[in-house]
Structure formats: C-alpha cells, structure tokens
C-alpha cells in the first residue's frame, strides 16, 4: 500500500497570525487568504493532476494541535487513508481522533513516538 504521497501543509503557531502572512505576503509574495497560502503543483508520474500545499500561521493559542504540545503541525497526503488508519492501528500507531470527511478531504490525526502531532490527507476532489 502507498502510505505517504507528499507534503499537505505546515502549520505553525505564532502571536498575530494576521501580522505573520502580511508580512509573508509583503516580504517573500505569499498571496495570502484567511487560512494562509496554497502553492500549487503537478503530479511528477501524472502531470494532469494537480496538488497543493498549505502554509497556514495558526494563533499561538490552538487547541488544534492538541494532544501535542510542539509549535507546529506537518500535513501529509495520503492515499486510501481508510486503509492506512487499519494499518497504524494495527501497529500500534496512536490515532487521535476519528477520520473527518469535508468537501476537500478526509483527515485524520496520529501521533509519532515522541507525541508530535501529524495529520494525514487524503484529497477526495
């Protein structure tokens, strides 16, 4: 089973969210939306696909990095993540809550041996 296909987003706390990408966005050109920004790419084995990755600041008090107590999350796209959730689960691998499914996506979150928060992607549009 492919596990991992990629970097989804990275996610970072800091004081003032809002100063934090209008400076990205004045100093290094980042467009910036309410969540932060989305670089867009093509899929190096299918270049019509399409993919992104987030840059998204998070206020410095979020529980949504929660249980970790780490500044930052990394975001992974997955594949079959119904199918890799039953695999960790099996190994051990401590999941975090249950598999959310949006209109962008399903998600889900584990941790890794030393309690830092990862979130996995599996893209659905």
Known sequence: MKK???????????DDPQKMKDWYAQNLGLPMDQYGTMFKWR??????????????????????FEPSKKEF???????????????????????????????????????DPEGNIIELWEDIG
């Open 73 to 111: 999350m990394i975001n992974y796209r997955v594949e079959n993540l119904d199918g890799l959730v039953e695999q960790l689960k099996s190994e051990g691998v401590t999941i975090v809550d249950e598999i959310a499914v949006y209109d962008y996506g399903k998600f889900v979150h584990i941790l």
């Open 43 to 64: 899929d190096a084995e299918d270049p019509a696909k399409e993919g992104t990755t987030v840059w998204g600041a998070f206020d410095k008090n979020t529980t949504y």
């Open 4 to 14: 991992v296909t990629g970097i989804g987003g990275i996610f970072f706390k800091c």
